[in-house]
């Protein structure tokens, strides 16, 4: 029931002002459920998948995860990861990663080895034992099935595909002890996703076959006059001059197509379906068109590539996929997909497409086109900027795979469409971010604070908790000395009611350390506050005699002659508006009214870019972060969530300690959207 109920909370069924951490501690009083728990996710696929296994339809359940690699991978992807390894996890099936490379035009092998990169690190420990592939230049296995000719590639499992080094990405050393499902015994074997583009020859045949069964034919009409022909949702189609081409023609040109005597858009390989078809997808669609272009992995070989349409059902009934896992928008494509399938006579048992609602996030730009127009444009600084919403942009932000499962794998699996509060999956980072970041001292906007009863060489080192939600992380030595930073918003010369922070005669207590008064003010001649003077009650510290007293704030603070240098970058929501195509002026939470990126005033998305999306300061920190490794997580007190940048060099000779904020320990936004 708890699953269930969190996974509605993602839909907008509540008002801007009720923010998912109200319906949270309403409705989840205990944490919500997780990946790890012993009760699955429910919904209709998997009552689906279910079905088929007790009917004994199939004996293996096999999904597959096929982006095309024409961009990096974005959390809308993580939910179809989440969703087809998961089955494969919770029903000891298998996933292939497939590159639907049908396109050599926008395909690039940066995106192959990017999206590799991203799943490996998605299932890492978790469904990488599911993980299908194939070895490096292996090509469908020509076999004969109930006496048919037949195409099969099986897959590399286990554990040894999911210890698979993608070429380019760390060395491509080849896997020891590699099995194929049809032969385990050990050997040496390099590891590949699986391809369309290396099933061209089958598909080619497959076309073949169609053709001289009537049901395909070359076609002479352009692109313009193709789109023109096909009609509209309310209008029929009307039946091309070259419909009833003879079977011998269309082969002959089709050849000769493949031979590259043709131009790019001057003839295409048509499926003959029905041009009345109130589907439109099922108007006479084209199969093969002439591209003259290279492609990433076959080179120059091919000079006619089949449309996704086509390849995709094929690679499905190559590879033995039960369960071809769709996004909704491909619904309509579901019939052409079974005709192409039952129109070859395929002796194998055919694989059979399912849709569910693609994920939509608030504050979120999910088309790839849009995600490389920020990139082209240079409105960020690559896929990888923490500030995008792909795989490589939060991992690189500090989101673990561990938290990007938790809000993928139990968001909820739909027929219709829904705005996901981005604060939902917030909550699911935050979460996970608590329970093992360790906790450091650090100072982002420093204002120097002198205990002025202390001597001028004080130094004593204090216990500081590294993490209070796990009981093994211990304790840390953090220096103390008479003179430190603190937050120059944690001092107000003339501060409102409730303000319980350090103020003119006011006390405070430092985070592990004494209560302090603040008996002067320093200002510089343009009277900006540059120095708090202020003497500590020495016997506060925890265990003194004045350490029970009462004091309503508590700040946090570093020791001035051994704080650390780092800067620090402040990321924030890329866009100020929940749905970014809506053009407008919004207050952003720097405070300002804001409705462009620049001097240019836009119409589109671009428009709701949020110019505070990116602060950097330098900050001062405990000396401990000199030893931050990239791979944990720090909680800096009271501040957020940090964890080391790609372009941080710790070494002997370039120490320049550079972290990034994942995300502050409360939602900020929550506060101006519920003003606005």
């Known amino acids: 029931m708890a699953r269930r109920l969190w996974r509605f909370c993602h839909l907008r069924h509540y008002t801007n002002d009720c923010r998912m951490d109200k319906w949270q501690r309403m409705l989840f009083p ?162 590949e996703p699986f391809y369309a583009s290396d099933y061209f020859d089958q598909i080619y045949v497959f076309a ?196 990007l499962r938790e809000f993928a794998y139990n968001i909820g699996i739909t027929k219709y469409n829904a705005l996901t509060d981005v604060a939902v999956l917030e909550h699911a980072i935050r979460e996970d971010l608590n329970k093992r970041a360790l906790r450091r001292l650090a100072v982002l906007r420093p204002l120097k604070l002198v205990i002025t009863n202390l001597p001028e060489n004080h130094s004593e080192e204090l216990d500081a908790v590294n993490n209070p939600e796990d009981e093994t992380a211990g304790k840390r030595k953090v220096p103390f000395s008479r003179e430190l930073w603190i937050e120059q918003d944690d001092f107000m010369e003339t501060p409102p009611p409730k303000f319980f922070r350090l103020k003119p005669g006011g006390e405070v207590r430092l985070k592990y350390a004494y209560i302090v008064k603040c008996d002067e003010v320093v200002k510089d001649a343009s009277g900006k506050v540059t120095e708090l003077r202020c003497t500590a009650d020495l016997d506060s510290k925890t265990g003194g005699a004045t350490s029970s007293r009462k004091i309503k704030g508590t700040i946090h603070w570093v020791s001035a002659k051994h704080a650390v240098d780092a800067e620090v970058r402040l990321y924030d929501r890329l866009f100020t508006k929940e749905n970014p195509e809506d053009v407008g002026p919004v207050t952003s939470p720097g405070g300002s009214s804001v409705g462009t990126a620049g001097p240019a005033v836009r119409s589109d998305f671009i428009a709701n870019i949020n110019p505070h999306s990116l602060e950097v300061v330098i900050a001062k920190c405990e000396p401990s972060l000199k030893d931050a490794k990239p791979e944990l997580r720090y909680q800096f007190e009271r501040l957020g969530y940090f964890c080391l940048d790609a372009d941080c060099q710790l070494t002997t000779d370039n120490c320049k300690l550079i972290l990034n904020r994942t995300i502050t320990l409360k939602d900020t936004w929550a506060k101006i959207e519920k003003k606005q």
């Open 30 to 191: 205990s944490p919500m459920p997780n990946e790890n728990s012993t009760v699955q996710p429910t919904d209709f696929i998997r009552e689906i998948v279910k079905r088929h296994l007790a009917e004994g339809k199939y004996q293996k359940i096999v999904t597959r995860f096929p982006p095309e690699p024409n961009g990096y991978l974005h959390i809308g992807h993580a939910k179809s990861i989440c969703l087809n390894f998961g089955i494969a996890r919770e029903f000891n099936g298998q996933c292939n990663l497939r590159m639907d490379d049908t396109n050599p035009t926008k395909e690039d092998v940066e995106y192959v080895d990017s999206i590799t990169t991203d799943v490996k690190w998605l299932i890492g420990g978790w469904a990488d034992h599911c993980l299908g592939l194939k070895p490096v230049g292996k090509n469908p296995d020509a076999i004969s099935t109930n006496g048919k000719p037949d195409f099969y590639l099986p897959a590399v499992i286990g554990n040894v595909a999911a210890g698979f080094t993608p070429a380019g990405t760390e060395g491509g050393a080849p896997v020891k002890g590699a099995a194929t499902t049809a032969n385990r015994e050990p050997g040496t074997v390099n590891l």
């Open 208 to 403: 073949i076959e169609l053709i001289r069964k009537g049901k395909a034919y070359v076609c002479d009409l352009s692109p313009e006059d193709t789109d023109g022909y096909r009609g509209s949702p309310d209008k029929p189609g009307k039946e091309s001059p070259f419909r009833n081409r003879s079977v011998e023609e269309s082969l002959d040109l089709f050849v000769r197509m493949k031979n590259g005597e043709f131009p790019d858009g001057t003839r295409t390989l048509k499926a003959k379906i029905d041009m009345t078809s109130p589907n439109i997808w099922m108007r006479d669609p084209v199969l093969y068109r002439i591209r003259h272009s290279e492609h990433h992995h076959t080179g120059n070989k091919w000079c006619i590539y089949p449309m996704y349409d086509f390849a995709h059902c094929l690679s499905d009934y190559i590879e033995g996929i039960t369960h071809s896992i769709c996004t909704l928008e491909f619904e309509v494509h579901r019939p052409l997909y079974d005709w192409i399938l039952e129109n070859l006579d395929l002796p194998r048992p055919l694989p059979h497409q399912y849709e569910f609602a693609r994920l939509s996030v608030g504050y979120t730009i999910m088309s790839k086109r849009k995600l490389m127009q920020l990139v082209n444009e240079k409105l960020v600084s690559g896929w990888d900027d923490p500030r995008m919403p792909t795989i490589s942009g939060l991992r690189r932000r500090g989101v673990t795979p561990e938290a």
